[in-house]
């Protein structure tokens, strides 16, 4: 099914991986970070004007203005700081002169401005985490474990360690994290074939979860009513739904895509819509059967608590959009309409679809 609003290419001759939801109240705008094939990245704002489908862009930060002579820095990934309020954003970049990667704090009220973070430049720091819940401090994950940052000092405060030093880790395809709506001292991280879900409070690790998919773990997100859900995907093409107080085995899955699926992300509306973005060039929206309440204690209960004993899931249905061209990295929803979602491809395309008008109103009856 081809549901395209908008298709638009952010640049000739480049690619992108890395999309964030600027948390703006007026309107929907985007953080998209795109490279040429012979240039370094740019920072890109995308604003949708939802009600005439329209997009504009501008380039808030260009690294090819820095000073010549330099190789290429090329944006890996882009958070926003915890809470969601916040105008700032971390930018890893990696810097092909020095092969490290360099976080940049950069105010998106201060065009082509950023600070560097200059204590985790480091070859050993590989993606982001969401941030904590002071404007002054910061929580970034490197392949290690969870670092607590001080802006203000530009130092490690503290640390929490996902292994032992003598260990042997490879460096992770991808990190990915989820602070829980309902909680936000509840951090979950997936990190290679393993899962973490750490206390920010006490500074420690919760609850540890390994050989989550059996390849790497691309993608990690607390369902958005249960305080103890959360879904993740793979290398393994699968999608799998865990709960933490019985974190043996998955209790349930969907094992019917082609690829690797690198971002998956609940609908903030209904927690029984999801959507996903594949390597395969696939992006899907995936709609779960409601389920009934019986009673007060089960309404913080996810909408996939009553298939626990399912392995397979059946009782779901999906849409295909199968306009895309190239590898999707990542998806989200829009801030003020639960059925439009936004997409960003390899070939830096920015795309915009919804959930069909049909589809919408069997889930909201």
């Known amino acids: 099914m081809n549901n395209s609003i908008i298709y638009y290419r952010l640049k000739e001759n480049a690619h992108s991986r890395s999309l964030v939801t600027i948390p703006d109240e007026n309107q929907n705008s985007f953080l998209v970070g795109v490279t040429a094939k012979t240039q370094c990245s740019e920072l890109i704002k995308v604003v949708y004007d939802e009600l005439n489908k329209k997009l504009s862009t501008q380039t808030v930060l260009d690294f090819n203005k820095e000073k010549e002579g330099q190789e290429k820095q090329l944006i890996n990934e882009i958070t926003n700081i915890y809470p969601r309020s916040s105008t700032d954003f971390l930018i890893n970049v990696f810097n092909s002169t020095t092969n490290k990667y360099e976080l940049k704090l950069f105010d998106e009220s201060k065009i082509d401005e950023y600070t560097n973070i200059s204590c985790l430049c480091s070859d050993d720091i590989f993606d982001l985490s969401n941030y904590g819940n002071k404007k002054e401090s910061i929580n970034a994950i490197d392949k290690y474990g969870l670092k607590f940052i001080d802006l203000n000092k ?31 001292n509840v951090l979950g991280c997936a990190l290679g074939k393993n899962v973490y879900t750490c206390d920010l409070r006490e500074k420690k690790i919760s609850h540890q979860i390994n050989d989550v998919h059996d390849g790497s773990v691309l993608s990690f997100q607390f369902d958005p009513v249960s305080p103890f859900i959360f879904c993740t995907s793979g290398t393994d093409f699968a999608l799998k739904f865990w709960d933490i107080r019985k974190p043996n085995t998955e209790f349930g899955g969907i094992y019917n895509n082609s690829h690797w699926i690198w971002s998956l992300k609940y609908n903030k509306s209904y927690s029984n819509v999801m959507v996903t973005a594949s390597s395969s060039s696939l992006v899907r929206g995936i709609i779960f059967d409601k389920y009934d309440i019986g009673d007060e204690k089960n309404k913080s209960l996810s909408s996939f608590e009553k298939y626990s004993s399912d392995k397979n899931i059946k009782k779901y249905s999906f849409i295909d959009y199968v306009e895309f061209e190239d590898s999707v990295y990542s998806v989200d929803w829009l801030k003020n309409d639960s059925w439009t979602f936004v997409a960003i491809s390899f070939n830096a395309y920015f795309h915009v679809n919804s959930i069909p008008e049909e589809v919408k109103y069997k889930i909201m009856l």
């Open 154 to 184: 530009d130092a490690i405060a503290s640390t929490i360690n996902f292994a032992d030093e003598k260990e042997i880790i490879d460096t992770p395809m991808k990190i990915s994290s989820d602070i829980s709506l309902l909680d936000e």
